[in-house]
């Protein structure tokens, strides 16, 4: 315990916590790159923070901007402005101009292939002759404007247009400008201090000075987790001071004494503390949602000192080694079936749940270990009969049983048809939404700066690779092929690769060859025309390659889309705008074929990998049931279906409410189903191993009380599956705790409270 305490300090002090909601989920084994994609997409917007001021007045705007930027450089430690400014784009062209003849559009490109000598020649006249406008050449650079519209066609990937030295847009009514932060903060601590939040509030009300008419809006990872981060500090709270302050006062109003208080409680601490230093031992990160479950652990690691303390009750301190052995048997029986329901939620590939796993069952353990080892050795003077616990015990005498009666058959009956009316009802729903708890206000803004910036969709993509950087691009250009015409009919609204800024090489050839002689040909239309020789100027054409293009500010804009190698091939993504959901299969139809073309829908494999892994925990569910009952038979003999009966009906019941009222089975539901089992046996176990013995009733009172108590509380988390699962557990626990005493044996004789 020592070596915990130095552990606990230093894991509190590192920044080895974890809020990313994807670290919950398995990696899909059949495709693991895919896991690695999403790993890297979340790395490279990890850190970046957008933030969007606007105003119904460009210089309202201005001057908001300029107040947040003001106020934002007070939070330098916090937040530092991002590198990509407007004046990025001055330097993305500088570094293109060598390179412009190898960059074409694919209707510039189809165009220069079909067009008539005729047709360039008077395109070139119609941009000589027109009023002189915004160009980013002159006439004899670039006679048919295709460098121009080159660069419209990339800024049409985004709204966002530079103005006086910012990034602009207009829409809905406002003027806006696009600011963008790097988060220098770095593991959100679990304390519940949210600095970045902190420092947006601020300079928000320094940008607001025109009641209400400027709006400052923001999204980015770093918010989300930091909300995570939170949340998480404020249901530890709830749950775990909750569930503890629960436990203390049933042990008081049980034992009337400190000296149980105080040793119960040090079995929770050091239940949760051994727990927390195992699972960091274990794996390279806590998730806070592990921590946010395991503080349920209090409800379920005071059972033995409970069992302990009710069966210590009215006898002499000499007697505490005694009632220790004669419960041990008992004790192990239910420490087993607790902890392999809590590994068998480690079963399934998830790394969430094997956290949560390793997480409780290490802290029962250690729980049960404070019971035995230290219990006995402290526990010094005497221990009266309270009142409160006197009359528990004699209402276990008064609690009817089980009984092959006609009315007891009536009743069975009619609960069962209730109950099987429930079950026909129930659904099922495997949505990965039901893992995030975001702010509403969060989400609203993310939604609105989705809206305003034309962002992609990071839940559907293209994933690209080829066995070079070339052949990689090559293979994004035949899926641009296939994606082009989609966009012309308004299926989809856009798409973004980064063949469309780094062209291959052979591509980047065949454009030069197409401007080189289209160029000629409108010279000499024009030459015809006017019947002056105008000097040509020959466009300019270097190669680009990937390497100079990376390391260059041109790449900025999209950098993140390529992956670079992995495993020995080079990966990209394709981004998709304006998808919908009804044309889903006919953009995955475009990949179909295509070598080296892969359809990603994160949203739907996640779901269907939890839909997947909900049908196999069911199966484990099963083979829990035949495993505990073999237990059972093992220690009980024909007397095991006592012990196994309540938690099969608590559960049938359980599932039928769930049916009657609506809610839908998921994963964690079954994940709850199967932490009933260990738990709810426990009940049946010492009923059986103490027949008609008072203390051992107190005992599992008290166990099932504070279990509702803290995986009720668990209920109340606003991350929706912790929420269904605490749900499943408080009507589950109920339902078992109520049965369990009609299928008590009948005792043997008449005993006496506490023998």
């Given at each position: 315990m020592l070596l915990v305490a130095w552990d606990q300090?230093?894991?509190w002090q590192s920044s080895r916590l974890d809020t990313d909601v994807l670290a919950l989920l398995p990696p899909d084994e059949h495709q693991p790159i895919i896991n690695t994609v999403a790993r890297k997409l979340t790395d490279e917007n990890g850190r970046q923070i957008v933030v969007l001021v606007g105003a119904p007045d460009w210089d309202q705007t201005r001057a908001a901007a300029t107040r947040f930027r003001a106020e934002m450089t007070q939070h330098s430690d916090v937040l530092a402005p991002s590198s990509v400014t407007a004046a990025s784009l001055e330097e993305a062209m500088a570094f293109y101009i060598p390179a412009r003849a190898g960059l074409l559009t694919p209707a510039q490109r189809d165009w220069l292939g079909q067009a008539s000598a005729n047709a360039l020649g008077d395109a070139a006249l119609m941009r000589l002759y027109q009023p002189t406008g915004p160009r980013l050449t002159d006439w004899h650079a670039d006679p048919l404007g295709l460098w121009q519209d080159w660069w419209l066609s990339r800024a049409a990937e985004s709204n966002v247009r530079p103005r006086d030295g910012e990034l602009w847009l207009s829409a809905q009514g406002r003027e806006w400008v696009l600011v963008l932060f790097d988060s220098k903060a770095g593991t959100f601590a679990v304390s519940g201090a949210t600095p970045i939040s902190n420092a947006l509030q601020a300079a928000r009300q320094a940008a607001a000075h025109d009641e209400g008419q400027t709006q400052v809006i923001a999204a980015g990872v770093p918010l989300y987790a930091e909300a995570a981060a939170a949340q998480a500090n404020d249901e530890m709270s709830t749950i775990g001071i909750g569930s503890m302050l629960a436990v203390l006062l049933l042990v008081w109003l049980a034992f009337r004494a400190l000296r149980p208080i105080v040793l119960v409680g040090l079995s929770l601490v050091a239940g949760c503390a051994v727990a927390l230093s195992v699972t960091a031992l274990i794996f390279p990160k806590v998730h806070l949602l592990t921590l946010v479950f395991g503080s349920s652990l209090v409800g379920v690691a005071e059972d033995y000192g409970f069992h302990y303390f009710s069966a210590r009750q009215g006898k002499g301190e000499a007697d505490r080694y005694r009632v220790l052995e004669a419960l041990l048997p008992g004790l192990l029986l239910a420490l087993g079936t607790s902890v392999l329901a809590y590994l068998a939620l480690g079963i399934a590939p998830f790394p969430g749940l094997q956290q949560m796993a390793v997480f409780s069952a290490t802290g029962l353990l250690a729980a049960f270990l404070t019971v035995v080892c230290w219990f006995p050795w402290m526990d010094r003077g005497p221990l009266h009969q309270t009142t409160f616990a006197a009359r528990v015990a004699?209402?276990?005498?008064?609690?009817?049983?089980?009984q092959a009666t006609r009315n007891?058959?009536?009743?069975?009956?009619?609960?069962?048809g209730l109950t099987l009316a429930?079950?026909?009802q129930l659904r099922s729903q495997d949505d990965i939404r039901q893992l995030y708890s975001a702010p509403a206000q969060l989400l609203a803004e993310q939604v609105q700066i989705n809206e305003l910036l034309g962002q992609p969709s990071p839940a559907q993509f293209f994933l690209v690779r080829g066995d070079s950087a070339q052949q990689l691009l090559q293979h994004e250009e035949a899926l641009g092929a296939r994606l082009t015409p989609l966009v012309q009919r308004g299926v989809l609204g856009g798409y973004r690769a980064v063949s469309d800024w780094l062209p291959s090489r052979a591509m980047q050839e065949r454009n030069a060859e197409l401007v080189r002689r289209a160029e000629q040909q409108a010279w000499s239309a024009v030459t015809r025309a006017t019947g002056q020789m105008a000097t040509q100027a020959a466009p300019p054409h270097a190669a680009l390659d990937a390497e100079t293009w990376l390391a260059s500010p041109a790449s900025k804009a999209i950098r993140g889309q390529w992956l670079g190698d992995m495993d020995g091939q080079s990966y990209s993504l394709v981004m998709l705008r304006g998808v919908q959901q009804s044309n889903l299969a006919e953009i995955e139809a475009a990949g179909d074929g295509l070598t080296g073309v892969q359809w990603?829908?994160?949203?739907?494999?996640?779901?269907?990998?939890?839909?997947?892994?909900?049908?196999v925990m069911l199966g484990y569910l099963l083979a829990g049931y035949t495993g505990v009952l073999l237990l059972l038979l093992w220690r009980f003999r024909r007397q095991a279906w006592r012990a196994l009966m309540p938690t099969i009906l608590g559960t049938l019941m359980t599932l039928s409410i769930f049916g009657w009222i609506g809610e839908p089975i998921q994963l964690f539901t079954v994940l709850a189903l199967l932490l009933l089992l260990g738990m709810g046996v426990d009940y049946g176990i010492f009923l059986l191993e103490h027949p008609g013995d008072g203390s051992a009733w107190v005992a599992v009172a008290l166990a099932g009380v504070s279990t509702l108590l803290s995986f009720g509380l668990l209920g109340l988390s606003a991350t929706p599956a912790l929420r269904a699962f605490g749900l499943t557990m408080l009507i589950g626990e109920i339902s078992i705790w109520i049965l369990t005493p009609f299928f008590r044996?009948?005792?043997?004789?008449?005993?006496?409270?506490?023998?």
């Open positions: 300090v230093q894991f004699n209402n276990l005498q008064r609690w009817p049983r089980l007891w058959l009536v009743f069975g009956l009619c609960l069962g429930g079950l026909v990603v829908n994160r949203t739907a494999q996640i779901s269907d990998l939890i839909a997947r892994y909900r049908d044996p009948t005792a043997p004789t008449t005993q006496p409270h506490g023998h």
